[in-house]
């Protein structure tokens, strides 16, 4: 019964941080592929940065410059060029010069984001970036000492998980799997990261259609994400641009949708 609360823990922790990351900075703040209520928003600008330990304005504007220079040297996190290992290393970095840059407002960074209106957090600006953390792993800790360690493990992965998804993501989605569309970088389509991180390992779909709040293509590839946008939209959190969707195999070309793909693919 314990390991079964431990895995709930795990599950809805993971929930929280993967639907901040995955809808709301992403699909939501990023790329506008849904279009998030002003509840939907204010969280993300306000509670986002809390719950996850990563500044809204800083991820969207690192994972902007990702798209544009895409699997080139001035890729933030490119397997290509810092190797699969290295892109954990690589994404950190890139992370903390784009804060840098935001709080100083240099250029391309601001230029980047100039549609967002909100500023970074003040926990970046005030150089307290690691409290979220340490609130995260006190409560961890609270939980071991009450002889609860496995229970305070699972909070803590769950909640904390960002950094091997996006190793994942930014490694094996640039490296490893198949592609159903010509693109000018290497994305891939990696399906068992796609199943454990929402949808995010579709790269090659994504990058081919970023403006999709779908990342699956083809009938077997699954995108929870996807399905956790039509749930947050029935719950009137967001809604979803339907316009924009990734058009399915059988369905007639939209020259509209594909003249948009390919304009933000050479932006």
Same mark, same amino acid.
């Given at each position: 019964?314990?390991?079964?609360? %431990? ?23 990023? *790329? ?10 204010? +969280? ?16 969207? %504007?690192?994972?902007?410059? *990702? *798209? ?16 699969? +290992? ?19 407002? *240099? #250029? ?8 967002? #209106? +909100? ?26 000492? +009450? ?43 990696? !399906? ?14 994504? !990058? ?20 956790? %946008? ?20 059988? #369905? ?16």
């Amino acid at each position: 019964m314990y390991v079964l609360a %431990c895995l709930a823990v795990f599950f809805v922790a993971y929930l929280v941080n993967i639907t901040t990351i995955t809808v709301l900075y992403h699909r939501g703040l990023a *790329h506008e592929a849904v279009t998030l209520s002003p509840a939907a928003r204010r +969280f993300a600008i306000v509670m986002g940065n809390w719950v996850t330990g990563l500044d809204p304005k800083g991820w969207v %504007c690192m994972h902007r410059l *990702h *798209h544009v220079h895409s699997d080139t040297k001035r890729d933030p996190h490119s397997p290509q060029h810092a190797g699969i +290992f290295g892109v954990l290393l690589s994404q950190l970095r890139s992370y903390n010069r784009v804060l840098v840059g935001l709080a100083r407002r *240099h #250029e391309p960074y601001v230029s980047t984001v100039k549609d967002l #209106e +909100f500023d970074i957090s003040w926990l970046n600006k005030k150089r307290v970036w690691f409290l979220p953390y340490l609130i995260h792993l006190a409560i961890a800790v609270v939980l071991f000492a +009450f002889g609860y360690g496995l229970l305070g493990a699972a909070y803590f992965i769950g909640i904390m998980g960002h950094p091997v998804e996006g190793w994942l993501v930014n490694s094996l989605g640039h490296a490893i799997g198949g592609r159903n569309f010509e693109t000018p970088d290497n994305s891939r389509n990696n !399906h068992l990261v796609a199943w454990f991180i929402f949808g995010e390992g579709y790269q090659n779909n994504h !990058h081919r259609y970023p403006s999709s709040a779908k990342f699956s293509y083809r009938s077997w590839e699954i995108d929870p994400g996807y399905a956790l %946008c039509r749930a947050m939209q029935s719950l009137g959190l967001l809604t979803i641009n339907a316009s924009q969707l990734i058009p399915s195999p059988t #369905e007639p070309p939209r020259a509209a949708l594909d003249a948009v793909a390919a304009s933000e693919l050479h932006s």
